[in-house]
T-cell receptor, first 115, second 114 residues
Framework: AQSVTQLGSHVSVSEGALVLLRCNYS??????LFWYVQYPNQGLQLLLK??????LVKGINGFEAEFKKSETSFHLTKPSAHMSDAAEYFC?????????????FGQGTILTVHP | DGGITQSPKYLFRKEGQNVTLSCEQN?????MYWYRQDPGQGLRLIYY???????QKGDIAEGYSVSREKKESFPLTVTSAQKNPTAFYLC?????????????FGPGTRLTVT
């Protein structure tokens, strides 16, 4: 079975500090991996995705993530946090069926940025 | 502007009543999805539809029903059989099932049942 685990339900950083949100997955086949961001009482917005090719993927708002097969990880980073980055972040993996791929989400990590 | 609309933003109902949540998209997407979000549990798939007049149960379909009579619309009914209906409900769409990883989300409806 495939699953996603986000380490840490809450992460707090200072403005300007490095952001690191951790995601590990389990998959019996090569995964597609995603990070979504959700602002309070809003829908989800895709930050970045890994499907195939380059393992370091860049997304919107200065975020990036690296697919590490040996560590089964897809951690999200940003060199310098901004107050506007405060939100909840979800890691997700696609589970492929016969013709349909189902997104399976992690539990979410709430990022707090303080001045 | 193309996108997904969900209405209303907030919905309040008494226990024992059925309630229908609206989801409309003008992206010309074939596939649509309903998720339920509870604090600390991520998103869980309720139902999905790959084409008009077809839909399948997701992981937590009990107590919910859907219809897909038009490509643009995928309403979700929360029935009185749903034991714990208070939650944040998100609708999403993708070009097709084969592109289900490129899902676009609506703004959500927060349902409170008392």
């Amino acid at each position: 079975a495939q699953s996603v685990t986000q380490l840490g339900s809450h992460v707090s950083v200072s403005e300007g500090a490095l952001v690191l949100l951790r995601c590990n997955y389990s998959s019996s086949v090569p995964p597609y991996l995603f990070w979504y961001v959700q602002y309070p009482n809003q829908g989800l917005q895709l930050l970045l995705k890994y499907t195939t090719g380059a393992t370091l993927v860049k997304g919107i708002n200065g975020f990036e993530a690296e697919f590490k097969k040996s560590e089964t990880s897809f951690h999200l980073t940003k060199p310098s946090a901004h107050m506007s980055d405060a939100a909840e972040y979800f890691c997700a993996v696609i589970i492929w069926g016969t013709s349909y791929g189902k997104l399976t989400f992690g539990q979410g990590t709430i990022l707090t940025v303080h001045p | 502007d193309g996108g997904i609309t969900q209405s209303p933003k907030y919905l309040f109902r008494k226990e024992g009543q059925n309630v229908t949540l609206s989801c409309e998209q003008n992206l010309n997407h074939d596939a649509m999805y309903w998720y339920r979000q509870d604090p600390g549990q991520g998103l869980r798939l309720i139902y999905y539809s790959q084409i008009v007049n077809d839909f399948q149960k997701g992981d937590i379909a009990e107590g919910y029903s859907v219809s897909r009579e038009k490509k643009e619309s995928f309403p979700l009914t929360v029935t009185s059989a749903q034991k714990n209906p208070t939650a944040f409900y998100l609708c999403a769409s993708s070009i097709g099932a084969e592109h289900s990883y490129e899902q676009y989300f609506g703004p959500g409806t927060r349902l409170t049942v008392t």
